[in-house]
């Protein structure tokens, strides 16, 4: 059966009791799968068959059960309510609200507790307020004017009353019934009173007017819906916050575009850009589109999409992402995913749809808060009754029903799971980690095996030149035989050869005669000498002569390296090692997963000797070699049986089904678009350290809403407790209303800050590098000889991180260089070689490249 996903707008509600009825509302309809209502975000998710159910039909059972619904984009008359195009909108409403609210309740307060405040301050009492407002024979004014006060209050206010006892009716109370009886309660009692006090002085009654003017409740009944608001009004500017990685990253998107049309450059709007469009893009603007380059050269600003902060240089060939940051040069690229497609568009979509996505913990809250309103009610009647029955006066009863009620407000617990999921996808977006659901950001948490893919995982892919061994040839003319021979061959090991040579500048030989022996080698005359290239067998049924090197090659190969051999005139000219190397990020990360106590296992389909090289080096837990595509999600299912936690780290097609069948599946962000789309979470950069924050982020995510859910229950458990007065008859300790409605505001407000604390997460950082991993194991090239110089040279011209890269690049490419570390605000550059360099030799480099060397 094939479901449509769709998500809806949610109006009207206010607390975890509100998003479980619309939840229970939707899931009744026959042909709904996977209902989602998050509260934070005023969303509904659902999959759907649209055989069985239109959407028409889904927001009626939304409008049914006393809620506004809209399709995502849309608007119906129910839904478009005040304060919903936006957080900011909703928070504005609610301040301007507020301060009206405010501007009616201090007068009300002064004149409720005038005498009081004179009590406890001593500051005097105008003669006015003791003339108008002192005295049994001013009661009823006293009375009235408070109540006039009130009223704009609770109009204000309205939508705690409406909404409130509308749920009630309809038998699902919310947060808003327990806030608008508590209200209402008090302000009807107040009213009942004005009548009494009013029947007293008619009949000289002076001592029941008395009663009554001191058992008033309309400052309670202002207080308790103006303090409510403040505390959504916080809640509504600390919402806003949590979305700042999403709003930032829509703000990315360039609104215009400059396009070739008919050889003309025009604007349109981004919008309009077709798959094929040729783009120009100067220095300063954003990128468009994703595309290819077809001409110029730029340094691109990533790090709103990878968190990579230095720019990436692109030229001719070089992909580009929309939204990221043109730095230097002027581009001319083909677009080849636009709107929707982009890559800024579908991390867009992955944040959204995983911050309104409920983790399994969400689950258990709502259920909670489904019962918890109801529960409630029936404690304050029961409390109010219990002490009318024990002699209490109707007033005392009725201060204590009404305390309970205010003080039990479910929002906190509403609010406890989705503040922390949202603030936590948005700061794993920030830093290239596209989680995409609150299901997978719990599950990753309980991780206790990490299963990763070899090539394109925990390998570069690319297969690279380690080693050289020049024997009876010098390493330039063993380099350039090797390039001359490779350069006719289709071998997947020759491009890497090749890329070697040319970064040592080193042209091939010229060979005649060409002969590929297909699974063998290659063989080829230059200048009259017979020439071959291929593996050890190979050459040994040529007659040449291998064996006192076979210690080397059994090394090398225990190394997880290829040895290619090459031969000339009979004899063994030299062996070059190429290897598929290890990221930068791998080790690290390895190390970073077995030190939270995770087995790390990779699987791969290289041979056991290269797998158990790359184990031994990286220290894994276990090496599982020979491994056919198909066979990865068994090995998944294998690990589950045992009980095991498992996340699958891959990046290719091969990888799909393990993914799926994995816990967790986590994409490499290079891969291809069949792995990310099975993947639950999506490593933007690459970078296997962003794996161990998935994880890092996912425990302390988790954490947070366990705090948040102690936060929301602790002020119940405390409070209700003292709202019912058990601590009365003891220590006369009893709750006002005004204080029950000032703590129940604090509990929503300290779960909201408490998760915005997410944002001060700090991902994992690789500590080592893979020139690292070699010094460290002494794996530099064979035959070469140790370290002998370092240098710092000053160098002039160096203006932006492209001459900064222009200049790494060519002082790396220098014969003998191992490292170099170009520093641009100090125009430096440091050098490591392992051979002497002469200062000329540096300043003809500096100077081909455009710049000049000062010292």
Known sequence: MALKKDRFAVTGMTCSACSARVEKAVTALAGTEKVSVNLLTNSMQLSYDEGKLTPAQIIAAVEQAGYGASLQGEKSAKAAEPGEDSLAKEAENMRKRLIWSAAFLLPLMYIAMHNMIYAWSGLPVPDVMQMLFDGPENAVTFTFAQFLLLLPIMYLNRKYYINGFRNLLQGAPNMDSLVGMGSMAAAVFGAFALFRMSWGLGHGDLALVAEYSRNLYFESAGMIVTLITVGKYLEAKAKGKTGAALKKLMELAPQQARVLRAGEEISIPAEE??????????????????????????????????????????????????????????????????GADTAISQIIRLVDEASASKAPIARMADKLAGVFVPVVIGIALLAGGTWLAMGASVEFAFSIA??????????????????????????????GILIKSGEALEIAQAVDTVVMDKTGTITAGKPVVTDVLPLTLVEADLLALAAGLEKMSEHPLADAVLAYAQEKKISPVQVDGFQAVIGRGLQGQVKGSVCLAGNEAFLETQGIAVAKYRKDLVRLADEGKTPLLFAQDGQLAGIIAVADQEKESSLAAIQAFSAMGLDVIMLTGDN?????????????????????????????????????????????????????????????????????????????????????????????????????????????????????????????????????????????????????RLRAFKPEQAAMTAKDIHQQEGQLSVGKEEITMQTELKIEGMMCAHCQKHVN??????????????????????????????????????TEAGYELVG
Not at 417 to 425: D, F, L, Q, R
Not at 745 to 753: E, K, Q, Y
Request: charge should be negative; charged fraction near 20%.
């Open 273 to 338: 850009l077709s798959i094929g469009d040729e783009i120009i893009v100067r220095p300063g603007e954003r990128i468009p589109a994703d595309g290819v380059v077809i001409s110029g050269q730029t340094s691109i600003d990533e790090s709103a999409l990878t968190g990579e902060s230095l720019p990436v240089f692109k030229q001719a060939g070089d992909k580009v992402t929309s939204a990221t940051l043109n730095k230097a040069g002027a581009i001319h690229f083909r677009a080849e995913k636009v």
């Open 402 to 431: 009404i305390s309970i009620l205010v003080i039990s407000c479910p929002c906190a617990l509403g609010l406890a799971t989705p503040v922390a999921i949202m603030v936590g996808t948005g700061k794993g977006a920030e830093n």
């Open 608 to 756: 056991e000797r290269t797998a158990e090289a790359v184990r031994r080096r990286l220290g894994l837990t276990k090496a599982i070699a020979g491994v056919l595509p198909a066979r990865k999600a068994e090995h998944i299912a294998e690990l589950q049986a045992q009980g095991h936690k498992v996340a699958m780290i891959g990046d290719g097609i091969n990888d799909a089904p393990a993914l799926v069948q994995a816990d967790l599946g986590m994409a490499i962000g290079a891969g291809t678009d069949v792995a990310m789309e099975s993947a639950d979470a999506v490593l933007v950069r690459s970078n296997l350290m962003d794996a161990v924050s998935a994880i890092k982020l996912s425990k302390a995510v988790l954490r947070n809403i366990k705090e948040n859910l102690f936060w929301a229950f602790i002020y119940n458990i405390i409070g209700i407790p003292l709202a019912a007065g058990l601590l009365y008859p003891a220590f006369g300790i009893k709750l006002s209303p005004m204080i029950g409605a000032a703590a129940m505001s604090l509990s929503s407000v300290c779960v909201v800050m408490n998760a915005l």
């Open 809 to 846: 690049d060519a002082l790396s490419k220098m014969d003998g260089v191992t490292a170099v570390e170009v520093n641009l605000e100090a125009g430096t550059a440091k050098v490591t070689a392992e051979r002497e360099i002469p200062q000329t030799e540096f300043a003809q480099v500096i």
